[in-house]
Structure formats: structure tokens, C-alpha cells
């Protein structure tokens, strides 16, 4: 069955770094576009950015453009976010999600990123 | 910058039927945004019920259904039950890569 595993958040000071990982399995990772989610503490859900099966293509929100990196390593199965000069309103539960088509068919469970001082 | 409206917060009786919209802030929402709904309880992920405007995912129950009502996208739910009280948000296509939530519907079945 499809699993997406989120790993990588923390608590990290204003202006430093964090990369997330997630980790498929269960299909066929480099056949699907990714997605990067995430949901601040009682809000609602924030797209952050995709990138196409084979890397070739990355797209953003405006709010992470030109700090936040989609990656991926089709031989690890592994989807990745390099997050810098992080805020204190990037702090999120950060959901990877599998993209079929034009819509979200899996999500991962998430990992809770917190930026504070 | 593009908004995606929906209503902050519905209520249905059990067994009743009610509808969640998601529009656009300057624009029709059309299938070529290809909308999608999630369904989400605290502290899950997302559940996705419909995609493609109005096919139901795997596992969902067919007393919801997806369509496009006027100039916005819409869920219905018919026949509402208790477990059926969740948040539950709406994707659109943007074009050019780009995809934006809504803000998302409280759902309370009281």
C-alpha cells in the first residue's frame, strides 16, 4: 500500500534552516508529481509547493518563493524541502502529498515544524 | 493574489442534506481548475472524498457528490451522519503550477 513518511521537523530559531524528508513506498515514486502541505497550529490547509515526477519542474506559493527548495531523489524514493531563513509563521504541521493528475490521492501523516527563539 | 472562498462554518442535522461551495475571488471556478475536496478531523491528515470535480474516491460513500453549482464548485452531502462533522477544504488548479486551498468549512452535525 502507498506510505508517505514525513520526517525532519523540529524546533528551529528564526533565520536558520531545516530539511524535511519523506519517504515512499508502495508505488512507483518517480512516475508522480509531489506536493509539499502544510497547516499552521489551528488553521487551515496551505499549499507550498510541487515538483513535477522527474524533478524537471518546481512551483511555489508566494510565502516560501526564493527560501524554500522542492527536491527529489527518484533512486531513494525520497521527496525532500530545504527550508531557510525560516519565520516564525513557516511553523506548520508539513504534509507530503502524491499528486494523480490534477488532485491529491495520498498524504502522509506530517511533521510538525516549530520556528522560535 | 487569488482567494478561494468557502463558508467558515455549516451545520446539518443528521440525515440532512447541505452543501459546501468554493468560489473564486475575481473569477467563475470551472472544471479547468480541476477542483478537489478533503475532508479532515484533528490531529489527521487529509482524507481526499472527491477529485476532478465530481468522482469520488476510493472508499467514499455515495452520499457525497461533487459538482460545479453556478460559479462555484460544490459538495453535497446527503444524508448526513455524525462522523460526517470535519473541516473540509478545497483545491484548485491555478495554472502555471500553481494550486491554492481554500480556507476551509467547519461542518457540525447537530
Known amino acids: 500500500q502507498v506510505q508517505l513518511v514525513e520526517s525532519g521537523g523540529g524546533v528551529v530559531q528564526p533565520g536558520r534552516s531545516l530539511r524535511l524528508s519523506c519517504a515512499a513506498s508502495?508505488?512507483?515514486?518517480?512516475?508522480?508529481?509531489m506536493h509539499w502541505v502544510r497547516q499552521a497550529p489551528g488553521k487551515g490547509l496551505e499549499w507550498v509547493a510541487l515538483i513535477w515526477y522527474d524533478g524537471s519542474k518546481q512551483y511555489y506559493a508566494d510565502s516560501v518563493k526564493g527560501r524554500f527548495t522542492i527536491s527529489r531523489d527518484n533512486s531513494k524514493n525520497t521527496l525532500y524541502l530545504q527550508m531557510n531563513s525560516l519565520r516564525a509563521e513557516d511553523t506548520a504541521v508539513y504534509f507530503c502529498a502524491r499528486i494523480n493528475n490534477w488532485w491529491i490521492d495520498y498524504w502522509g501523516q506530517g511533521t510538525l515544524v516549530t520556528v522560535s527563539s | 493574489q487569488t482567494v478561494v472562498t468557502q463558508e467558515p462554518a455549516l451545520s446539518v442535522s443528521p440525515g440532512g442534506t447541505v452543501t459546501l461551495t468554493c468560489g473564486l475571488s475575481s473569477d467563475s471556478v470551472s472544471t479547468s481548475h480541476h477542483p478537489s475536496w478533503y475532508q479532515q478531523t484533528p490531529g489527521q491528515a487529509p482524507r481526499t472524498l472527491i477529485y476532478n470535480t465530481n468522482s469520488r474516491s476510493s472508499g467514499v460513500p455515495d452520499r457525497f457528490s461533487g459538482s460545479i453549482l453556478g460559479n462555484k464548485a460544490a459538495v453535497t452531502i446527503t444524508g448526513a451522519q455524525a462522523d460526517d462533522e470535519s473541516v473540509y477544504y478545497c483545491?484548485?488548479?491555478?495554472?502555471?503550477?500553481?494550486?491554492?486551498f481554500g480556507g476551509g468549512t467547519k461542518l457540525t452535525v447537530l
Open positions: 508502495g508505488f512507483t515514486f518517480s512516475i508522480n508529481g
Open positions: 483545491l484548485l488548479y491555478m495554472g502555471s503550477g500553481i494550486w491554492v
